[in-house]
């Protein structure tokens, strides 16, 4: 009898053999170039920004290593990026510079960019100096991405844009976006007008940014406004009209990843130090039931990146690898402060715990909200039952 | 799946998925063991995919014992299954054949006291079907290494008595005499968490039926002129139950294929790590499998009749058999804070 749970069956896929040496070599690294960072500043993780530190790492080779060798990239496999990858986030090393060029954009270049961006861009992503933005969410388009507005109109040698994006992590100092706009105003083709663009922030004309504080004081995303910005004829991506359905397979990335489960792995670390001494069977009960869903996600994740590999859509398993792994991680920084009842601190006040855990409770909130909300990935996931 | 897994799970939903409908169940639980099910079960050789093939077995990986342990959960099957496929493993790994019919199997390792020359003295030990069985068959520490002991079920007190899903658990009581003594090469304690193993499976078995039915009855139940599947709230917790199922069915693999690979002993870093997690997320999860489905079903749910409860009952049972979330979590937790902080993610990354 079939069950609508094999559609949502994940495979266990180990990491094949042979890359511990590469493990090893990534560990070791990160060791040695964190060791001045403070735990406030690695708790922050793919949200610190340095670009120093991603062209360190690009340096190593480390950065697009699964894009073709013959633009640049090293022509690795999902397996070995996977290593690299989440080795960073539970170090937390400040990848926020090139997590996007490296996570979503230098893989959609490669699918749907033209030859001259793909030579031109692909090795700026490898080297660890290039830094992307992704320009998605409008004032009025929130959870509801399709009804966004921001126009690019054709013209003569190109196109003109005039809009504003919401959210844009990085847009005030990246130097590429990759924005959806829509490209045909007919009000009945509502997903079938969007497009994908590829925008030089440095060449670009009329694009402002303006940073967004957020509640914890950081300033990693903005509003953008676009007036009348000209872009050249080639700097769509892809396909008039098919925004959409690239988005979605580059969302399948952005919602699968080891980023989805290990936010708060920083303050696990610190929770164990903290309680490690006078830690009652109760409280190792809890915090083993944490590395219980830790592996569990893994393994989740690690399945997703098998089918990435081998050229399949997970677009269903990535959004309940979303799901699951956000009420884990956003569910850590409560957890701690029930077993280790010490008060989150500001950076530089108290002990290390408690300045990793002032980060994390203050930032979970985004946890929820980046990527695509709960309520959106269940309807996803609630569609794929065919529920819906 | 590969080839061999898939027939394997065909084989088992063809067996089951005919016979075991809610009035089969119903019958079952009113009038005990269904034996013509269990002859059929030993003439297909179920049970005998971790048995060696000289034993007549398929000589399988839990890997491949994963798809039909998991299935015996969905079905929410009446029999000792899962038990004799854990009985031939042992078995295999001794050396040795079994006798025929029901196995015993005795869930706690037995100790020098248990043990005295050809006796083998109960107390009351629960054990799974235990008033079926046509032999008994428990692991001893034996000081040098383990010892797989099978006796004879002559002379036994059996006191009857089901766990919350109607499976007989009962206490054996009296001396048992001795009929043989194998050499096991696994760790003495291998039955508490190989069955740990063999109830993760079945809970997510069990998770797909609750999923399964869930969604069914969404289609098809109305109310304010809509199926409840029309309802945000509904499909809400519909993903939400599926995503849970989705996490118990990988940790399990994910755990069965460790084992394969790096056994329960040796190695710091052996399958040890993966069982415990698989159970202890899968004990956890028996909460929301649970409550999610019977909320969707609202209070046809909790009547006799509608058959959910033949496999919410097991979940709530096998939560606890052989160790629920507190006891592995803690085995869990108890390694990381030995670990440190800076030694769990080497832990996890083995």
């Known amino acids: 009898m079939s069950s609508v749970a094999d559609k949502i069956r994940f495979e266990p896929s180990a990491l094949p053999a042979g890359l511990d040496e590469l493990r090893r070599e990534v560990r070791e690294f990160l060791e040695e170039t964190l060791a001045d960072y403070s735990p406030a500043v690695r708790s922050h993780s793919w949200e610190a920004y340095d670009a120093e530190f991603s062209a360190r790492l690009g340096a190593q080779g480390w950065l697009g290593m699964t894009l073709p060798k013959e633009y640049g990239g090293h022509g690795r496999s999902a397996f070995e990026r996977y290593v690299v990858v989440e080795e960073c986030l539970v170090a937390g090393a400040p990848t926020a510079f090139h997590w996007v060029a490296d996570r979503q954009s230098g893989p959609l270049l490669v699918r749907y960019g033209n030859e001259e961006q793909k030579r031109r861009i692909i090795p700026q992503i490898t080297a660890g100096k290039a830094c992307f933005a992704i320009g998605m969410s409008e004032p009025n388009s929130g959870s509801d991405l399709a009804s966004l507005r921001t126009r690019a109109e054709r013209t003569s040698n190109g196109w003109l844009v005039n809009g504003t994006k919401i959210w844009t992590s990085n847009a005030h100092r990246a130097d590429y976006m990759i924005a959806l706009f829509r490209t045909d105003p007919d009000p009945n083709k509502k997903h079938a007008a969007l497009s994908q663009f590829l925008i030089d922030m440095k060449d670009a004309r009329g694009i402002t940014p303006r940073p967004i504080k957020n509640l914890a004081g950081g300033r990693n995303f903005n509003e953008v406004s676009f007036v009348d910005v000209e872009l050249p004829e080639d700097a769509l991506i892809g396909t008039e009209g098919q925004g959409w359905r690239q988005v979605t397979e580059e969302l399948a990335f952005e919602r699968s990843g080891p980023e989805r489960y290990l936010s708060c792995f920083f303050l696990l670390r610190k929770l164990v130090d903290a309680v490690r001494d006078k830690a009652s069977p109760a409280t190792m009960a809890r915090l083993g039931a944490q590395v219980a869903w830790a592996t569990t996600l893994r393994n989740m994740s690690l399945s997703i990146t098998a089918k990435l590999n081998a050229g399949e859509d997970p677009a269903l398993a990535a959004s309940v690898v979303k799901d699951l792994g956000c009420q884990f991680e956003q569910a850590l920084p409560g957890l701690a402060q029930e077993l280790c009842d010490l008060e989150p601190t500001l950076d530089g006040f108290g002990l290390e715990y408690q300045q990793v855990l002032g980060n994390l409770v203050q930032v979970a909130p985004s946890f929820s909200l980046r990527g695509g909300t709960p309520e959106i990935m269940r309807g996803i996931i609630a569609k794929g039952l065919g529920v819906r | ?350």
């Open chain 2, 1 to 350: 799946m590969n080839e061999t897994r898939q027939m394997l799970e065909d084989s088992v939903e063809r067996l089951f998925g005919d016979r075991l409908d809610w009035d089969a169940q119903t019958k079952i639980e009113e009038s005990g063991f269904p034996r013509a099910l269990w002859d059929e079960v030993v003439d297909q050789g179920i049970h005998k995919v971790l048995a060696s093939e000289d034993a007549g077995g398929l000589g399988g990986g839990w890997g491949d014992a994963y798809p039909v342990l998991r299935a015996c959960g969905k079905h929410a099957v009446p029999l000792p299954v899962a038990e004799a496929m854990l009985a031939e493993y042992l078995a295999r790994e001794a050396g040795c054949t079994l006798p025929d019919g029901v196995p015993g199997l005795l869930p706690a390792v037995l100790d020098a006291d248990d043990l005295d020359g050809d006796r083998l003295r109960l107390a009351g030990m629960r054990t799974p079907w235990g008033r079926e069985a046509a032999y008994l068959l428990g692991v001893a520490d034996g000081g040098d290494g383990a010892e797989l002991v099978i006796a004879d079920t002559a002379d036994l007190d059996v006191a009857a008595e089901d766990n919350i899903g109607r499976d007989p658990r009962d206490a054996l009581r009296g001396d048992a005499r001795v009929v043989a003594r194998h050499a096991l090469s696994l760790p003495a304690d291998c039955v508490r968490w190989l069955g740990a193993l063999v109830r993760s499976a079945q809970i997510a078995g069990g998770g797909v039926t609750c999923l399964d039915l869930a969604v069914q009855y969404a289609g098809e139940r109305e109310q304010f002129g809509r199926p409840l599947a029309a309802f945000q709230a509904i499909q809400h917790y519909l993903a939400d139950l599926a995503g849970v199922v989705a996490s118990v069915d990988s940790i399990t693999m994910a755990a069965c294929e460790a084992y394969d690979v790096r056994g329960m002993s040796g190695a710091a870093r052996n399958a040890r790590f993966e069982i415990a997690a698989a159970k202890c997320r899968a004990s956890e999860a028996v909460e929301k499998l649970t409550r999610l489905s019977h909320q969707v079903h609202g209070a046809i749910g909790f009547t006799y009749e509608y058959g959910l409860h033949f496999t919410t009952r097991r979940l709530w049972a096998w939560r606890a058999e052989f160790g629920g979330a507190g006891e592995w979590g803690e085995y869990l937790g108890r390694l990381a804070c030995e670990a440190g902080g800076d030694g769990i993610w080497p832990l996890m990354t083995g």
